[in-house]
């Protein structure tokens, strides 16, 4: 990559759980989630309601540090997760489990919701959709949750987002909703390391005129 070194400052960060001292007990120890005195500071009020969806919630956590870096207003995470189920971004299946988050429907709600312009990108190289990143630019990108141990091999690719908040010629800076520190919140990590986990696709978020 050629392009200059960006970075927004100060992108607020959120766990898809309550509070992200809890991941580490939530994804290592298999503590219930609703332990974390916390757990309900996303709108949840039933328990059983959130342990199956907080867990699910990667994209929507993203889009939350967005819209709140950019002072967009917002309903709690669970109100927007009612909406997002509207809009077709989640499908239940009849085997008790969910589709989502598609992109395509994201893109379609996002827009009407929050008058963001939201790029899907099918097919793209980790490289090319960080140069996209700009000053009213983030992206959500397809890696597998073991990113959270970038030292580690993983097995798989794809299934879990994060947030793209800077890159430089390297690599890129990047929130994980589901991610332990140091590979939590402002993380960085190079191209080469990103790319055993992702999943070679993604989307962009703009603000600004269509």
Not at 63 to 75: F, M, Q, T
Request: net charge neutral; with cysteine; aromatic share 12%.
């Amino acid at each position: 990559m050629t392009e200059p070194a960006l970075r927004h400052a100060d992108v607020p960060y959120y766990t898809q759980w309550g509070s992200p001292e809890w991941v580490r007990e939530i994804v290592e120890l298999q503590r219930d989630p609703c332990g974390d005195p916390h757990w309900q500071r996303s709108g949840f009020a039933d328990p059983e309601h959130y342990r199956f969806w907080a867990k699910r919630l990667c994209g929507l956590t993203c889009l939350e540090s967005v819209l709140d870096y950019w002072r967009i207003a917002h309903a709690p995470r669970a109100a927007l997760l009612d909406d997002a189920l509207r809009h077709g971004v989640y499908r239940l299946r009849d085997d008790g489990g969910v589709d989502g988050l598609i992109y395509r429907p994201f893109a379609g709600w996002v827009g009407g919701a929050f008058g963001l312009r939201v790029g899907v990108l099918p097919q793209v190289s980790i490289e090319d959709i960080a140069a996209q990143l700009s000053a009213d630019t983030f992206a959500i990108v397809s890696v597998s949750s073991e990113i959270r141990y970038p030292e580690r091999l993983n097995r798989r690719r794809g299934g879990h987002l994060i947030l793209l908040h800077g890159r430089d010629r390297d690599g890129v800076w990047f929130h994980n909703p589901s991610g332990i520190a140091p590979y939590q919140a402002d993380a960085y990590l190079p191209f080469a390391t990103i790319e055993r986990f992702y999943a070679g696709r993604g989307m962009t978020l703009s603000r600004g005129a269509r």
